[in-house]
């Protein structure tokens, strides 16, 4: 093979690379993004089994005031997390898919990404 073939070759992979190691930055971001509405939907489960946990050193009624806002405050962060997770697998399935087709596309690509 030349070396004008070559530098064609490798003019016409610089790019493909680059887009390839963009999808694969942006699945890390969305890994991060899915590692945090983990992390959130963590707490309200961890303050809910606190206060049952400490159930018996209470009464309901006398303290209702306080637990609906804690509650509601919990709900929404089940909310958020659930969001920024679903968001996030959604994101993935997307990079993956069209991490597969550039594959597909330029079939030396394979031997750089699984």
Do not use: W
């Not at 690379?17 to 945090?36: F, G, P």
């Not at 509601?72 to 994101?91: D, E, H, M, P, Q």
């Amino acid at each position: 093979m030349s070396e004008d073939n070559q530098s064609e070759i490798d003019d016409f992979e610089g790019p493909i690379l680059s887009e390839v190691q963009v999808l694969l930055s942006e699945k890390r971001t969305s890994l991060a993004v899915m590692r945090t509405g983990i992390a959130v939907f963590v707490l309200p489960l961890s303050v809910v089994s606190t206060l049952i946990a400490t159930s018996k050193l209470y009464d309901v009624v006398d303290v209702i005031h306080l637990l609906v806002p804690l509650l509601i405050i919990c709900g929404g962060l089940v909310v958020l997390a659930v969001f920024l997770i679903v968001k996030s697998l959604r994101r993935l399935r997307r990079f993956d898919r069209m991490i597969q087709d550039l594959k597909r596309s330029h079939g030396k690509l394979a031997d750089f990404v699984d």
